[in-house]
């Protein structure tokens, strides 16, 4: 695993996919699994030196979705995931931990968006907009919740540009996951909340009190909105 660990370092903090300019997400599955394709990354050059036979579909799939965060995470200033491998090296046992959860998760996630959404996230964690904290919280939830539930999300709570292809996607996804369905998603995510506070009416006679309902986002809420889009005003260090 330490040299899984060691050879996701060097690609992390490499140009290799930046440089070649080739849309990873648009390379056929069978493409993988041909000899030389992106092979000399030091994290895809790994798989293939124990993986000497028996190369399947579940291995081309992990890859593609491997090459995708990495070619997300390389978007990141050179200068900046430099700094972030220094810092974060420090500590060994945690840097492990981390990549060793990466690696874990893009096995456990179902879809190469999927993949791509948690390499912007990985990208804000290099950049300092967020703590691994918050990277281990919505690492989880970018697991846990399916693509279209995440997709639903964006569309219904993300700071979108208001334009008619976006308003046919929030309609198609507002009819997949009705909204009180999608709240209790959210809800179990922590995501959104719902409160009940206790108002008392003294304009009313005789005086009473109400229960008050009141429901939004929670912080992690509003911050995993931003990340599906361009929008970036809860971000201290924008990236595209």
């Known amino acids: 695993m330490d040299s899984l660990n060691k050879n996701l370092e060097d690609s992390i903090s490499g140009n290799e996919l930046i440089s070649t300019g080739i849309d990873i997400s648009d ?10 394709l992106l092979k000399e990354l030091p994290v895809v050059k790994y798989f293939f030196s124990i993986i000497k036979t028996g190369f399947n579909i579940k291995d081309a799939l992990y890859i593609k979705k491997l090459l995708i965060f990495i070619v997300n995470v390389q ?8 700094k972030f491998l ?3 090296s420090i500590i060994v046992k945690e840097k492990n931990r981390l990549f060793e959860k990466v690696l874990n998760t893009l096995d456990k996630i179902d879809d190469s968006e999927k993949a791509a959404l948690l390499g912007k996230v990985f990208k ?5 907009n967020i703590n691994l904290i918050l990277y281990y919280k919505i690492a989880r939830i970018i697991e846990d919740m399916l693509l279209d539930e995440i ?3 964006f569309y219904e709570y993300g700071f979108l540009e208001h334009n008619d292809e976006t308003r046919e ?8 996951v009705p909204i009180d369905d999608l ?11 719902v409160k009940e506070e206790l108002k008392f009416r003294e304009h009313v006679k005789p005086n009473s009190y109400i229960i008050e309902k009141k429901e939004g986002l929670t912080d992690l ?10 929008a970036r005003y809860y971000l201290k260090n924008p990236i595209e």
């Open 169 to 176: 996607k929030y309609y198609y996804y507002s009819r997949l």
């Open 151 to 153: 997709n639903c999300f």
């Open 124 to 128: 804000h964690l290099i950049v300092g």
């Open 27 to 36: 390379i056929a599955i069978d493409q993988f699994l041909e000899e030389g």
């Open 221 to 230: 809420g509003r911050l995993f909105a931003d990340f599906g889009f361009k």
């Open 183 to 193: 709240k209790l998603i959210l809800i179990r995510n922590g995501l959104f909340e």
């Open 75 to 82: 978007e990141a200033p050179k200068e900046k995931r430099t």
């Open 86 to 88: 220094k810092e974060i």
